[in-house]
């Protein structure tokens, strides 16, 4: 791969050398961060009104520009490695200002190459290609598909996977929350994540907990993934609709643990079962007399029971054992929580 990153001044003779023999040299640029099936399937798409594919990309500093002060992921000379071991592409170059006017004006490529829904007209290397009789060519982007969506998806599916580090064993407090019916409205098998709607107070509520140092754990049932209703990318899609919204609040939700078996399977995570608020304190390192579990169902109460962990029931009815106590809101399950069990 090496041989296809050029110098500027290198890749002007390979320019020269390529025209010579007649070949119609094509630009294009980008950041190339993560590099996904959209930028490939881009980038062979860009190849074919070209002999020859240069592509320009970004400096880690001008990534930092015109993108975000957290962004690249990979650092240039990687993105550059990664690009040149492409089959469509023939030549790499990096580029440290965020607009290519200054490359293009160096190497007039025949064919100037965007990705994106753009008219060739809205762009502004149009006037600069053509004063030296080159083309714009404007390819529309064919995948659904990101960087900054490789990247969300990845943040969410590692909530659903490694707990975080604790420093100081058995200071941790866990706030066990149920999903369906306590922190969202109870839509039966849910799986469309436009149908997430927060219960009232949920956000205010899940913010004075993690403010006297709850960290936040959903504990759920998954019964519709066993019975194949749905899968585990739906539930994280789902789950994922509800940490945007719980977002703008400051609420961040640490970790989602779930029994995807039926009924029939009998499990012993299912709620009543015990065995995933028992992983939780493992992992958490946390005393179960410490934690809360806040649930609407009373098998939300048997399983925080069973770790010996207190659990607020939210109903309208009386408080049945074992819970240790009945709220009429999520509101006011929060309000017990911090006048009783801080
Ligand atoms: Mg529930």
Known sequence: MDQKIFTREALVGWVAEQRLNGHKVGFTCGAFDILHAGHVDYLERSRRHCDRLIVAVNSDASVRAYKSALRPVNPENNRMLVVAALESVD??????????????????????????????????????????????LCIPVAFETSTSATLER??????????????????????????????????PFLHDPTRVELMPGVPAGLKRLQEVGFTLVIVSNQQGIGLGYYNESDFIEVNRELFRQLAPAGVRISRVYYCPHSYADECECRKPGSLLLENALKHYEAPARRCCFIGDSPTDCVAAERVGCPSVLISSGACPAPCTHNAASFQEAVTWILQNLN
């Not at 440290?96 to 829904?117: C, F, Q, S």
């Not at 420093?167 to 839509?187: E, K, M, V, Y």
Request: hydrophobic fraction near 45%.
């Open 154 to 187: 990845a943040a969410a599916i590692q909530m659903h996977a490694t707990p975080p580090e604790l420093g100081s064993a058995g200071l941790a407090r866990l706030a066990f929350l149920d999903r369906d019916g306590t922190l969202i409205r109870d839509i």
């Open 91 to 136: 030549a790499v170059i990096l580029m440290p200002e965020t607009h290519p006017a200054a490359l293009m004006e160096l190497l007039k490529p025949d064919v100037y190459i965007k990705g994106g829904d753009y008219k060739a007209d809205q762009l502004e290397s149009k006037a600069l290609v053509e004063s030296y009789g080159g083309q714009v």
